[in-house]
């Protein structure tokens, strides 16, 4: 089955300083790749997502790209603020007809310093 | 739109009693749900998915006994844990696919999440 690793498990940044998470997966299957951001006891909020059909794609301050050689796929978020303190969680879901199940990353932390 | 609810958000129950929490697709229809388990500080981990009028396929390790899931409809499906002890204690999470077609095919809605506490 898939495998997907996520790095780093905590990240502390200086408000307005960037932010990158990166994500590695192991079945070349996998075409869509979601990223997603949960506050404490709530549930994960899609933020942005990529299909293996493209290698970047951006949203105002939010931004992945996708190596699908390489199989990884990254998060980039600039001009980091406080409100973007959370944990965020990278997916990846194979293209079949199992339903699309998604695997996810262990989640990395991120505090915003302000 | 694609709203997802869960019911109830959280409960706690004394060992050996059976939680049943539901997933509902509020706005549109879903032919698959997925169920989540989140420990602390964790990640999500799919424990079965869920297909509209068949049976759910669970996850390695999953026992279906004792999480039993029914999606009787195209917007609701159950969850039941039965014989809970404190070890189920978690947050469940569903997520509903569209149906095939609809532009948000590929992506999953989440539900708020239900947190069990099991006594």
């Known amino acids: 089955g898939e495998n997907v690793e996520q790095h780093p498990s905590t990240l502390s940044v200086q408000e307005g300083d960037s932010a990158v998470i990166k994500c590695t997966y192991s079945?070349?299957?996998?075409?869509?790749f979601p990223w997603y951001k949960q506050e404490l006891g709530k549930r994960p909020q899609l933020i942005i997502d990529?299909?293996?059909?493209?290698g970047e794609k951006k949203d105002q301050r939010i931004a992945v790209t996708l190596n699908k050689t390489a199989k990884h796929f990254s998060l980039h978020i600039t001009e980091t603020q406080p409100e973007d303190s959370a944990v965020y969680f990278c997916?990846?879901?194979?293209?079949?007809?199992?339903?699309?199940?998604?695997?996810f990353g262990g989640g990395t932390r991120l505090m915003v310093k302000p | 739109g694609a709203v997802v609810s869960q019911h109830p958000s959280w409960v706690i129950c004394k060992s050996g009693t059976s939680v049943k929490i539901e997933c509902r697709s509020l706005?549109?229809?879903?032919?698959?749900m997925f169920w989540y388990r989140q420990f602390p500080k964790q990640s999500l981990m799919l424990m079965a998915t869920?297909?509209?009028?068949?049976?759910?396929?669970?996850e390695q390790g999953v026992e279906k006994d004792k999480f039993l899931i029914n999606h009787a409809s195209l917007t609701l499906s159950t969850l039941t844990v039965t014989s809970a002890h404190p070890e189920d204690s978690s947050f469940y999470i569903c997520?509903?696919?569209?149906?095939?077609?609809?532009?948000?095919?590929?992506?999953?809605?989440f539900g708020p999440g239900t947190r069990l506490t099991v006594l």
């Open positions: 079945d070349s299957a996998s075409n869509y």
């Open positions: 706005d549109f229809q879903a032919t698959t």
């Open positions: 990529i299909r293996s059909n493209v």
């Open positions: 869920s297909n509209e009028g068949s049976k759910a396929t669970y």
């Open positions: 997520s509903a696919r569209a149906l095939a077609g609809a532009r948000s095919y590929n992506e999953q809605f």
């Open positions: 997916a990846a879901s194979p293209n079949n007809n199992a339903g699309n199940m998604l695997t």
